[in-house]
């Protein structure tokens, strides 16, 4: 069964958010001069280019091309606010607001395909992601709770970030005929339910 150029688009998109991820979480680490601090974000680059490999295999598995996604001529990447200046409080919050919504993204695209494998991958994804969410929770508000007046505008502002991101795919996925419409159905009907979700998990880091 041929993926469908929607799933096609989606799994490279993801692909390069795993793999950009994981050279975001090793370049924060390589500065980091706490130690256990240092292993975390190690362990979550380990954890990133993990995740980009399921993605690599499946892409080789069902023979789905290598598309040029998040060029100038496409949507940018959710990684476009991390600059060399982000402190890790920044990076950190950017990376939370992404991931408390991954999964849902991962049960949608579950529910969306029709392919055995892609659904196996989902529900791997999905399975991972509370670990990824847990220790990035605390520390956000452990540093909340020293007096951090960075954290609430990170957290702020990563929320901001997150919101406008997801937003805006929606008419990317309209691009893709009635492949998108079915898809953007499934995001529709689940939409305020999930901005509620991300958004009160992510100003309980600062209330």
């Known amino acids: 069964m041929v993926v469908r150029i929607l799933e096609q688009h989606m799994i490279n998109s993801n692909f ?8 975001l ?7 980091e001069q706490e130690m256990e601090m240092r292993g975390k974000l190690l362990w979550h ?10 993605y690599q295999l499946l892409m080789q598995k069902l023979g789905i ?27 950190l919050a950017i990376v939370h607001a992404l991931e408390l919504r991954a999964p849902l993204y991962y049960q ?9 494998e892609i659904k196996k991958l989902m529900k ?22 020293k ?3 960075e954290v609430k505008l990170a ?31 499934i995001l529709e009907a689940d939409k305020q339910r999930a901005q509620t979700f991300v958004e009160q998990h992510m100003l309980s880091l600062i209330n």
């Not at 390069?16 to 050279?23: C, F, P």
């Not at 998040?70 to 990447?77: E, F, G, I, R």
């Not at 949608?108 to 055995?116: E, I, L, S």
């Open 16 to 23: 390069a958010l795993e793999i950009t991820g994981s050279q």
């Open 108 to 116: 949608y695209h579950y529910d969306f395909t029709m392919h055995d």
């Open 147 to 149: 007096g951090n007046s």
């Open 45 to 54: 680059a380990q954890e990133e280019l993990r995740h980009a490999m399921h």
């Open 124 to 145: 791997v994804l999905i399975a991972d992601e509370d670990g990824h969410i847990e220790w990035i929770r605390q520390y956000l508000k452990a540093e909340q709770r």
């Open 65 to 91: 091309p290598i598309l040029n996604v998040h060029s100038k001529n496409s949507y940018p990447s959710y990684w476009a606010p991390v600059g060399a200046d982000s402190s890790l409080v920044q990076f």
């Open 25 to 31: 979480f090793s370049r924060f680490a390589r500065k």
């Open 155 to 185: 957290v702020e502002t990563a929320l901001k970030h997150e919101q406008a991101y997801y937003e805006g795919s929606f008419p990317l996925f309209a691009q893709f005929g009635e492949e998108g419409k079915k898809y953007l159905a």
